[in-house]
Each structure stands twice: as structure tokens, then as C-alpha cells.
């Protein structure tokens, strides 16, 4: 009877919980994007600055918006008084353009146009190599950005492991390792290498997710192609090993997971020209920058050798990095209606600057309740010699799911990059075709 008595209470609990969560939910408000501090503000804060609940309001200006959900205390995951979760500010690091990529923009960014498309969106044309849009201004500054986002620089071939957990609203956790690969096929900025490699068809990035573990999902593998052209939508194949052949899913599925997780199609390939963009300024954030020595380590995050997923699982542990004021281009897409419904009714970038990748992500589902956090932990990664952040070269990818109290998070191996990929991830021209597939359980 006791028993009984004690599930009915934590059920109350859990419901008086549940509805005030929902009262207290975080809407859409680009008020709170362009009320953030200024990028040429004199406003900063001191390297030594601890931010934690007791004082974060304080610095909340700050803060992406997002993490403003997590240390309000009205999410189920949530920031504590827990040491672990304190902010630790250190002076900024700044990452120089490797010298091919910025030699690339200077030499072709001109010549990169933008199109405005009937629906009103915008396509990109005569994009050759470097960061399309050097120095973006005027009144599709924001459109600039957000295609200086979508072709970050990336290496010619990166691989890594990702040991990752699925962890739902009461902490159990579902481990999922996958495999990684990610290859640029065109528009390249290698040293000693071609611009565009002859088996690219029409493609200019490929990302290959195979599962490890568990064992009932071994081989299942993804692969993920995103066009040259803007406006074709990306081409997703799935191997699975119990047809022992691959499918081709939908091009209307870029709401769908990837692999069972809180990622969708569109968190990894997308349309550019399918948004609407919204400038909502340059501002001076603070993000998170792991140490090289301790990024890759699973014992750097909060829930993931752990015995208890934690407050707020994926969370990087104070003394595995810090956070650094740095500046941020925040720009708001919005889905064009009349292509058709879609998942978020905003995505909002935090696109750095000086790497052009997105920190952080933004997301709010359709009655434009907060929803979603995309938040990749980044470690400096060595390119030829120099010190530079890469989208797809993260140390701790994490896909935070407020609403539905679920969260995607991982550690990585330290990602390889080039010459220093294994031998059996380096023939790009199998590994990056569909046809490639077929070779898994060969």
C-alpha cells in the first residue's frame, strides 16, 4: 500500500511539475535576440567572472537565449547550485583564417551573387571557393551570413567516433556509437589540392553516420549529400542490414530523426533559399571553448560517465574548458509557408565570426514555444598546421530537447582530419557515393 502510495505522489508531483513548466515556457521574442550586448559595446566581463544560478541574471545579457532556459529553473533540465555547472570567463581566443581559405575568399568572394527567388528567398550563384561572402553588408547581410554558415570551412575528409546517449525525461540513458564521417568534395581550400574532385556529382558535402553499438543496430548507416545547387534538396540514403540493401528516404523527410535521435534531417543539410532571414545583429556572447587536452574525454560532461545523468545532461564540466566572450552574428530563419508545413517556426544561428560555424542553435516549434538547443562543444582542431574551429569537428555534439525533456548528447574521439585519417576511411570516392553502401557487410 505504502508502494502505491508513493507512485501516486511522485505521478502528482511529476503532473504539478509538468503544468507548471508549461505556464512558465519560454516563447518567441526578438526583443530578447537584439536586447543582447553589442558587439562594439563597451560592456564585457572580466576574465575570473563565475556565472552560476545564484547570479547569472546578472549576466544574462550576455547569455544566448537558449541558456536562458536552462539556468531559469522552469525546464526540467535544468542548471543547479552544483559546482560542476558554474561559467568560468577567460579572455577570448581568437582562430586566424587558414591562409588558403582566406586567400580563396579574397580571390572569389566578389564575384558570389545573390538570386531572390519567387517564393522570396534568396539562391546563391557563382560560389567558387573560400567563404562566399567575405565581409557581408547591406540589406541581405543576414542572407550573406547565413550562406557563409552553410559552407563553413570544412576539410576534404574528417572521421571520428561518437559515443552517445539518448536520455529521456526520468535519466535513463540508451547508449548509441556511431562511426563518423564527413567529406568536402567540392569548393575545396586545400593546400596541394583540387578545387573540385571529379566524382563529386553535383555534390559539395557528404556526412556518413554508421552505428556501432548497440548490437541491434550495428551497420545501420546514413548518408547524407548535400548539393551544390541551393535549392535541390539533400539526398539521404539508410543501409539497413537486416535487407541487407539501401533506401532512399523522402525528400520530405527533413523533420525526421537522424538514427532515432533528437537531430533531424534538416539540423545537417538544408536549403538556404527555403528561409526567410532575419538580421538580428552583431553581439558579443558568451561561448563555450573546450581544452584539446580535455575536450574528448567523457568524463569532461555532465551524464555521460557519470552514475546519474544529472541536472542537465551534456553539460561541459567546469575545468574542461571555459567560456569566452566572442562575437556572433545572430541571424533568425524563418520557413517560407507557402513551400509547405515544416517543424520549427524559427531557427536562430549564432554564427562566430571568425570561423563562420554556428555555436549554438536556436529552435522554436510552430505555436513559438522554445523547443530546442542545438549545442556542439568545439575544441581548437590542428589544420595544416594551425589552430581553427570546424563544424563537423566537435568534441561533444548535443541536441537538447526542452519541451519533451529528451536530449541527444556524445563525446568524440579526436576527429582525424586529411592525412591523418585511417586507411580504411580514405577512399572518399566509395565512402561518399551511395554505391558505396552496398560494401558494409562485405
Known amino acids: 500500500m505504502k508502494k502505491i502510495m508513493a507512485l501516486a505522489w511522485l505521478a502528482l508531483a511529476w503532473t504539478l511539475w509538468a503544468a507548471y513548466a508549461a505556464n512558465a515556457q519560454m516563447t518567441w521574442n526578438e526583443q530578447n535576440y537584439r536586447e543582447l550586448v553589442d558587439a562594439n559595446s563597451p560592456r564585457t566581463i572580466p576574465p575570473g567572472t563565475r556565472i552560476t544560478v545564484a547570479n547569472w541574471r546578472q549576466y544574462k545579457d550576455f547569455l544566448p537565449i537558449s541558456l536562458w532556459a536552462a539556468f531559469g529553473g522552469s525546464y526540467p533540465y535544468h542548471i543547479t547550485a552544483d559546482p560542476q555547472y558554474?561559467?568560468?570567463?577567460?579572455?577570448?581566443?581568437?582562430?586566424?583564417?587558414?591562409?588558403?581559405?582566406?586567400?580563396?575568399?579574397?580571390?572569389?568572394?566578389?564575384?558570389?551573387?545573390?538570386?531572390?527567388?519567387?517564393?522570396?528567398?534568396?539562391?546563391?550563384?557563382?560560389?567558387?571557393?573560400?567563404?562566399?561572402?567575405?565581409?557581408?553588408?547591406?540589406?541581405?547581410?543576414?542572407?550573406?551570413?547565413?550562406?557563409?554558415?552553410?559552407?563553413?570551412?570544412?576539410?576534404?575528409?574528417?572521421?571520428s567516433q561518437s559515443d552517445g546517449w539518448l536520455v529521456d525525461r526520468y535519466g535513463n540513458r540508451t547508449q548509441n556509437t556511431s562511426d563518423d564521417s564527413f567529406f568536402q568534395l567540392s569548393h575545396l581550400s586545400e593546400p596541394n589540392m583540387s578545387t573540385n574532385m571529379s566524382y563529386a556529382g553535383g555534390m559539395f558535402y557528404v556526412s556518413r553516420f554508421m552505428v556501432i553499438e548497440p548490437e541491434q543496430s550495428k551497420y545501420t548507416t546514413q548518408l547524407q549529400s548535400q548539393p551544390d545547387d541551393p535549392t535541390r534538396v539533400p539526398e539521404t540514403y539508410v543501409f539497413l542490414p537486416s535487407l541487407r540493401r539501401s533506401l532512399r528516404l523522402s525528400s520530405a523527410a527533413r523533420c525526421s530523426p537522424i538514427l532515432g535521435t533528437d537531430w533531424v534531417q534538416d539540423d545537417n543539410a538544408w536549403n538556404p533559399p527555403y528561409f526567410k532571414v532575419n538580421f538580428l545583429g552583431e553581439k558579443k556572447v558568451l561561448m563555450n571553448i573546450q581544452d584539446p587536452a580535455k575536450a574528448f574525454s567523457a568524463n569532461s560532461y555532465v551524464g555521460i560517465a557519470d552514475s546519474s545523468a544529472g541536472d542537465f545532461p551534456g553539460w561541459p564540466k567546469a575545468g574542461t574548458g571555459?567560456?569566452?566572450?566572442?562575437?556572433?552574428?545572430?541571424?533568425?530563419?524563418?520557413?517560407?509557408?507557402?513551400?509547405?508545413?515544416?517543424?520549427?517556426?524559427?531557427?536562430?544561428?549564432?554564427?562566430?565570426?571568425?570561423?563562420?560555424?554556428?555555436?549554438?542553435?536556436?529552435?522554436?516549434?510552430?505555436?513559438?514555444?522554445?523547443?530546442?538547443?542545438?549545442?556542439?562543444?568545439?575544441?581548437?582542431?590542428?589544420?595544416?598546421?594551425?589552430?581553427?574551429?570546424?563544424?563537423?569537428?566537435?568534441?561533444?555534439?548535443?541536441?537538447?530537447?526542452?519541451?519533451?525533456?529528451?536530449?541527444?548528447?556524445?563525446?568524440?574521439t579526436h576527429p582525424t582530419i586529411d592525412e591523418q585519417v585511417p586507411e580504411a576511411y580514405r577512399d572518399v570516392a566509395v565512402l561518399s557515393s551511395p554505391g558505396g553502401l552496398d560494401r558494409i557487410l562485405r
Open 86 to 159: 558554474t561559467i568560468v570567463v577567460e579572455p577570448t581566443t581568437h582562430f586566424a583564417m587558414p591562409s588558403k581559405w582566406r586567400e580563396d575568399g579574397e580571390k572569389y568572394g566578389g564575384q558570389t551573387r545573390l538570386e531572390r527567388t519567387p517564393q522570396g528567398g534568396y539562391v546563391m550563384h557563382n560560389w567558387m571557393a573560400g567563404p562566399p561572402f567575405p565581409n557581408p553588408s547591406g540589406p541581405n547581410q543576414g542572407v550573406e551570413i547565413m550562406y557563409n554558415a552553410w559552407t563553413p570551412l570544412r576539410p576534404f575528409n574528417m572521421h
Open 322 to 412: 571555459h567560456f569566452e566572450p566572442r562575437t556572433v552574428a545572430i541571424i533568425d530563419l524563418e520557413w517560407i509557408p507557402s513551400l509547405g508545413p515544416y517543424c520549427f517556426s524559427h531557427r536562430v544561428f549564432y554564427v562566430d565570426r571568425e570561423t563562420w560555424v554556428p555555436m549554438v542553435i536556436d529552435e522554436y516549434d510552430n505555436q513559438g514555444k522554445f523547443w530546442k538547443m542545438g549545442w556542439n562543444k568545439y575544441a581548437p582542431l590542428d589544420f595544416h598546421g594551425q589552430p581553427f574551429l570546424f563544424l563537423d569537428g566537435y568534441s561533444a555534439p548535443q541536441m537538447i530537447d526542452f519541451q519533451n525533456v529528451h536530449t541527444t548528447i556524445g563525446w568524440a
